[in-house]
C-alpha cells in the first residue's frame, strides 16, 4: 500500500457536498479543512471549495488516475468548457508516496502544484512533515508563495 494525497475542487452546483461525496469514494483515511478559493486560471467564473484527501491505495498511479477520472464522471464532470473553467468536480492526484512519475496524460508530483496555495495549504494540514519530491518541504514551499504576495 503507498500513501496518496489527491487534490479536490468544486465550483457548480453542491460544492461542499460534491467535495465530500468524492472522499468517501476515494476512500480517504483523511480530509482536510474544506476551504473557499478564487478561482484559478480562468478567473471569470465562481469561486471554489478545496480540500485535499489521504488515502492508502495498492493502485498503480496510472489506475489511481484512472479511478479519479472515473469518480469524477459519475459525480457529473464534464469536460467540455474552457480548461480551469467551471466544473462540479475536479480531483487531481497530486502525489504518490515518494514517487516522480512524468508520462504522456500523468505527471506526479502535480505539476502546479508548488505554485498554488490552495493545495499546499491542505497538504499542509494533513502533513506539516510531508516533503514534496523535486520541491523541498511542503511548510518551505507555502512560506516562499507567502513571501511572494
Given at each position: 500500500m503507498v500513501r496518496a494525497y489527491v487534490g479536490l475542487g468544486s465550483n457548480l452546483g453542491d460544492r461542499e457536498g460534491t467535495i465530500l461525496a468524492a472522499a468517501e469514494r476515494l476512500g480517504?483515511?483523511?480530509?482536510?479543512?474544506?476551504?473557499?478559493?478564487?478561482?484559478?486560471?480562468?478567473?471569470?467564473q465562481p469561486w471554489f471549495l478545496n480540500a485535499a484527501a489521504e488515502l492508502e491505495t495498492g493502485l498503480a498511479p496510472r489506475e489511481l488516475l484512472e479511478h479519479l477520472l472515473e469518480i469524477e464522471r459519475g459525480l457529473g464532470r464534464t469536460?467540455?468548457?474552457?480548461?480551469?473553467?467551471?466544473?462540479?468536480?475536479?480531483?487531481?492526484?497530486?502525489?504518490?508516496?515518494?514517487?516522480?512519475?512524468?508520462e504522456p496524460g500523468l505527471t506526479v508530483p502535480h505539476p502546479r502544484l508548488a505554485e498554488r496555495l490552495f493545495v499546499l495549504e491542505p497538504l499542509f494540514?494533513?502533513?506539516?512533515?510531508?516533503?514534496?519530491?523535486?520541491?523541498?518541504?511542503?511548510?518551505?514551499?507555502i512560506r516562499g508563495l507567502q513571501s511572494k504576495a
Open positions: 480517504s483515511h483523511r480530509l482536510s479543512r474544506i476551504r473557499e478559493t478564487e478561482p484559478w486560471g480562468y478567473p471569470d469536460r467540455n468548457g474552457p480548461r480551469y473553467g467551471p466544473r462540479m468536480v475536479d480531483l487531481d492526484l497530486l502525489l504518490y508516496g515518494d514517487l516522480v512519475v512524468a494540514e494533513l502533513n506539516a512533515g510531508l516533503f514534496i519530491p523535486g520541491h523541498g518541504p511542503v511548510g518551505a514551499l
